[in-house]
């Protein structure tokens, strides 16, 4: 029986059992376009979703107006180990709801969805990275052991079949429980992962293009760490894919 029918099967089956509702305002989907499936269509126009590249060194989307520059005011004092990075969008709104989401554990369709999303998007940029292999910022085994959810091996997991090249989850591993991000200052971020990561083989990523998944990128700190753990172990160059990127 093919895949196809058997999941419109499975999800006529579903949405009997539970209408669908909207991801994010929780209004009922039955009327809305199929391809908005998860979020209803006015959730999904205010994601304000740009085809815009944004700015190639950190994934900042910076408007129609901002000057064409190899870095943006956001990332000009940085240096990164990774090359280039794309986002869907700035993290605000409605996009960051999104992410919320995503990081709760019935957040798995989301996440498929919106990588679906970025994959039909980011395309062409994409494939011109001409990457060999996926790889994911990691958790800490304490916090896997907790329950909690890892969006970005989710989110790897389904680009590295939308991209046809493997996605070595294993490959980085955090080796120190660190404090969350999100609550310190960029400098004390960059000192909290800055011997945080680890890699488990190096045979299979020397003189390789990697692309370094990540839910949201703010200060960059995250994935330099783990782009300079890969370059050091002998990967050729790293992109970095994330949802969102957080600003300021
Ligand atoms: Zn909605
Ligand atoms: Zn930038």
């Known amino acids: 029986m093919p895949t196809q029918f058997i999941k419109q099967f499975t999800d006529a089956a579903l949405d009997l059992v539970y209408p669908p509702s909207c991801g994010l305002c929780h209004c009922s989907l039955e009327q809305q376009a199929p391809q908005h499936r998860l979020l209803c269509d006015d959730c999904f126009q205010k994601l304000d979703l740009t085809e815009d590249r944004g700015c190639p060194s950190c994934g900042a989307k910076l408007g129609p107006f901002a000057p064409l520059t190899p870095k943006c005011v956001h990332c000009r004092n940085d240096r990164f180990a990774f090359r280039e990075v794309v986002s869907l969008g700035n993290y605000q709104g409605e996009l960051k709801a999104v992410c919320l989401q995503c990081k709760e554990v ?18 062409d940029l994409l494939e011109n990275w001409d990457i060999d292999c996926l790889a ?106 994330v949802l969102a990127r957080g600003l300021g």
């Open 106 to 123: 019935h957040g798995h369709h989301l996440v498929q969805q919106f990588c679906d999303l970025f994959f039909d998007r980011h395309q």
């Open 136 to 241: 994911c910022v990691p958790q800490h085994w304490r916090k896997r052991f907790r329950g909690a959810y890892n969006t970005s091996a989710e989110l790897a997991e389904r680009m590295s079949r939308r991209l046809q090249k493997p996605f070595l989850r294993q490959l980085l591993v955090k080796k120190q429980h660190t404090s969350d991000q999100a609550g310190l200052l960029p400098s004390h971020r960059r000192k909290n992962v800055k011997n945080a990561f680890g890699i488990t083989s190096d045979r299979l990523i020397q003189g390789r293009r990697i692309l370094l998944i990540d839910d949201v990128l703010t200060t960059g700190s995250t994935a330099d760490a783990c782009s300079r753990v890969l370059k050091k172990a002998g990967a050729d160059e790293i992109f970095v894919a």
